[in-house]
């Protein structure tokens, strides 16, 4: 009954398959009558990858490539044809043009040669050459110029020689009238400059006139008339300064008389000043301070200095700060260490396990596939768990086993008849089949593969394998797209991870508004994220509260405090989150409680940290494939907050 239900079922699934194939057989026969041969072999391609043995399609597969081929080849043909023809026109017309150009350049030539341009009729004559070099008029042309030209230089040298003979002898005529032209202009020149300087000193303007008389010199070095006067005048000037220094001396002391009674007033002046600008930084420097905002608040105490460097109170400031600020820094850098220690931990551990895993994952592959009898990609499997874990002794054994199978099944192959042969081969074959349908492509190839591990010829193995090697490319080329934008995603990711620790470092430090910046930033790359708003959000309650407390200080109020109601629900449901956190406060002791508890294929990590009475509940969720959550009070939060708040309240800032 079973076995009879088994071929009705095999039966009807064949008859599906037959259909499936005629459908396609008829949409690729409609494609080749309208000569459409790429949409006719994707049809019976599509047919032969659900039946890789049916003759009919492979027939018609190498039907429509003939008659592909056949009109590329026609084609191809006509236009050789074409082209030849084209050819044979443009040589002849060629010719023609070839000829006719050199009659033409030859004319042009001519014409130039009879107006007597010769270089100008050479050129042309030498572009006859270029096209026809054996053309004899040319040549004959150029011979002729050749002369004409040599004739021609040997005649416009002759005339040089007698033009430079008649040059050099004017020259020497001029010469000897420049030179004397240019002694009486000497003379002339001296007579006007002591002329000019004479009249210079009248004025008594000695700079100008000894420049003048210098001039002189500089024409006649031995003129006596220039080096006397220059003496006069030097005499006269040691005079005038003389008596120029007194007046300049009697004209300083008052100015420095009315400069004394100035300067002591505006030091007056400036020192009220002083003090009051002294006074307004010292306010604004502890103010700042009070704000824990110690950067600027030194860089007021600091300006203080550099207005009054003996002061006290800015000096004693100054020290103060430092030290608060060396005190904090010493005790982030201890935070961040611990910090950074815990989170490499993490990393090595769950890189151990990562790679555990991904080790048993290969050996489960390998297994599977010898379940499978893909003997080969088991093996494959087995080689990746090794070069992972090179020490693994499970995946070394595995291959030893997957040889010894492989040799018994090669042993037992060889003992085969052929009709056994055969029927192995059909088995194999539907079975491929079947997976192809199913669109389990790997498997499918496993079976092809075991197909021509015993009939290496066949050709419904090889058209199977061609067909599915067609389809995984497709698959690779998505799953590539896919997983760039996984890769974008994940940068994305990444980014907004380092903004939300560098916004809380930022918050840490006491700087609210660089913090609520910090995280804005975030925002623009991920406008979605519920973890950066709330991280906004709790800065700005942080900046409110520290402007609250600013306030209360200047008018002497006491700085306002946190005010739960604490209320017993008596076991019933919790639907207010301050009265949990107020029970949990109650439950637990100041400080950090952690619990750990093993459930299925995951491990959490439950801490109750209390503060002033009130509790928070942090879990850690771990699983064994490699994903870990944090939640804070039944709501998803990053690492940095499990890490940062997690901390012992008593040794946080």
Do not use: C
């Not at 490539?65 to 084209?86: G, I, M, P």
Request: proline fraction near 1%; aromatic fraction near 4%; charged fraction near 35%.
């Amino acid at each position: 009954m079973n076995q009879s239900f088994k071929a009705k079922a095999n039966k009807e699934k064949q008859a599906e398959l037959r259909k499936q194939v005629d459908e396609l057989l008829a949409k690729g026969n409609a494609s080749l009558n309208e000569n459409n041969f790429d949409a006719a072999l994707a049809s019976y391609n599509s047919a032969l990858i659900i039946d890789p043995a049916n003759e009919e399609v492979s027939s018609k597969i190498s039907e429509a490539k003939s008659k592909k081929l056949a009109a590329e080849n026609k084609a191809k043909a006509d236009a050789d044809a074409k082209a030849a023809e084209l050819a044979a026109a443009e040589a002849a017309k060629t010719a023609a043009d070839r000829e006719a150009k050199i009659n033409s350049i030859l004319s042009e030539g001519n014409e130039l040669e009879l107006a007597g341009d010769l270089n100008a009729a050479k050129s042309k004559y030498n572009e006859v050459l270029s096209i026809d070099a054996n053309n004899a008029d040319a040549k004959s042309k150029i011979s002729s110029i050749d002369l004409k030209l040599a004739k021609l230089d040997q005649e416009k040298r002759a005339q040089e020689a007698a033009a430079n003979a008649q040059k050099e002898k004017a020259a020497a005529a001029a010469a000897a009238a420049e030179l004397a032209q240019q002694k009486a202009a000497k003379e002339e020149q001296i007579q006007s400059l002591l002329s000019q300087a004479d009249n210079l000193a009248l004025q008594k303007n000695y700079d100008q006139a000894k420049s003048k008389y210098r001039e002189v010199l500089a024409i006649d070095n031995a003129n006596t008339i220039a080096t006397s006067k220059i003496v006069e005048i030097d005499s006269k000037v040691a005079a005038q300064n003389k008596e120029q220094l007194a007046k300049e001396a009697a004209a300083k002391a008052e100015r420095e008389k009315l400069a004394a009674e100035s300067a002591a007033a505006e030091l007056a002046r400036q020192k009220a000043a002083k003090e009051k600008q002294i006074q307004s930084l010292l306010s604004q420097a502890d103010n700042l301070a009070m704000q824990k905002n110690y950067d600027q608040a030194k860089s007021k105490y600091k300006e203080v200095l550099a207005i009054d460097n003996a002061n006290n109170i800015a000096t004693s400031k100054i020290a103060e700060i430092d030290s608060k600020v060396a005190a904090q820094n010493k005790e982030q850098l201890a935070k961040e260490a611990a910090a950074k220690a815990e989170r490499e931990k993490l990393a090595t551990e769950s890189a151990k396990k990562e790679l555990k895993q991904k080790v048993a994952s290969q050996i489960a592959i390998g297994d599977q596939m010898v379940t499978n009898k893909n003997y080969a990609d088991a093996i494959g499997a087995y080689r990746k768990a090794i070069e992972l874990d090179p020490q693994n002794s499970l995946a070394k054994t595995r291959i030893s086993d997957v040889t010894a199978l492989i040799s018994e099944e090669e042993n037992k192959r060889k003992k085969m008849n052929a009709q056994e042969r055969q029927e192995e081969v059909d088995a194999y074959l539907n079975e491929a089949k079947a997976l192809v349908v199913k669109r389990d492509y790997q498997q499918a190839k496993s079976k092809y593969d075991k197909v021509l591990s015993i009939d290496a010829s066949n050709a419904a193995a090889e058209n199977g394998l061609a067909a599915i090697k067609s389809q995984l490319d497709n698959l690779a080329a998505i799953e590539a797209r896919n997983s760039a934008n996984k890769d974008a995603e994940l940068k994305k990711a990444k980014e907004v991870e380092r903004i939300l620790d560098e916004g809380y470092d930022l918050f840490a430090g006491g700087k609210y508004d660089d913090s609520i910046d910090k995280f804005k930033e975030g925002v623009d790359i991920d406008p979605t994220n519920s973890e950066i708003k709330q991280a906004i959000h709790e800065a700005l309650e942080q900046e409110n509260r520290l402007r609250m407390i600013m306030l209360a200080k200047k008018s002497n109020r006491p700085r306002p405090q946190a005010k739960f109601e604490t209320e017993n629900i008596g076991g019933k449901e919790r639907t207010d989150k301050k009265k949990y956190q107020n029970e949990l406060g109650n439950a637990y002791p100041e400080g950090v409680t952690e619990t750990q508890k093993e459930e299925e294929r995951k491990k959490i990590t439950k801490r109750i940290v209390v503060k002033e009475k009130v509790g928070s509940e942090y879990l850690r969720i771990s699983y064994e494939w490699g994903g870990t959550y944090y939640f804070k009070n039944g709501e998803s939060v990053g690492t940095y907050i499990w890490q940062y708040e997690t901390r012992d309240p008593s040794k946080a800032n």
